[in-house]
């Protein structure tokens, strides 16, 4: 894969993944042409479409459609259900995923992403898998920020690092 693009029926760009190397200029430009190329489209229309030297492949879910470029001799059919896969995990972590949860948490949906997809391949099939490692990396969080508040409002006079509270030390 490419890149994946996740965008609103206005065509609002709510998440972009790039796996190869391109300037700035050149991912608006990419951008702003496809986001026109694939809203311009029918819902009737297939979800695959040839643009320039990569195929690419889309679904619209709600008020939002992702967007894959994949290669030439990549198949069209499994980068529709990596897509599907990824939306089954934002629903099963959000719980019924909308586009405001997409808005207000971009980072979880890139970390979802990134725990799902590594370089533009299937990194993790199974969602089971994909959902606990995020579920560990939130209560990580969570210990972290329960220890650095803790030490903030400590009146200690020797602070302890966050190693050293949970016994790592």
Known sequence: MQFMLLFSRQG????????????????KKITRELV????????????????????????????????????????????????????????????????????????????????????GEVQETSKKNVLKAIEQADLLQEILEFFFLKNVFQEAETPRSVLEEIGLT
């Open 12 to 27: 609002k760009l709510r998440l972009q993944k790039w796996y190869v190397p391109l300037s700035d200029k050149e991912k």
């Open 36 to 119: 026109q190329t694939v809203l311009a489209r029918k819902p009737k229309m297939c979800s695959f479409l040839e643009w320039r030297d990569l195929k690419i492949v889309y679904k619209r879910y709600a008020s939002l459609y992702f967007c894959c470029a994949i290669e030439d001799q990549d198949n069209e059919l499994i980068t529709l259900e990596i897509i599907h896969r990824y939306v089954e995990l934002l629903d099963k972590y959000f719980g019924s995923v909308c586009e405001l949860d997409i808005i207000f948490n971009f980072e979880k949906a890139y970390f979802i992403l990134d725990e799902f997809l590594l370089g």
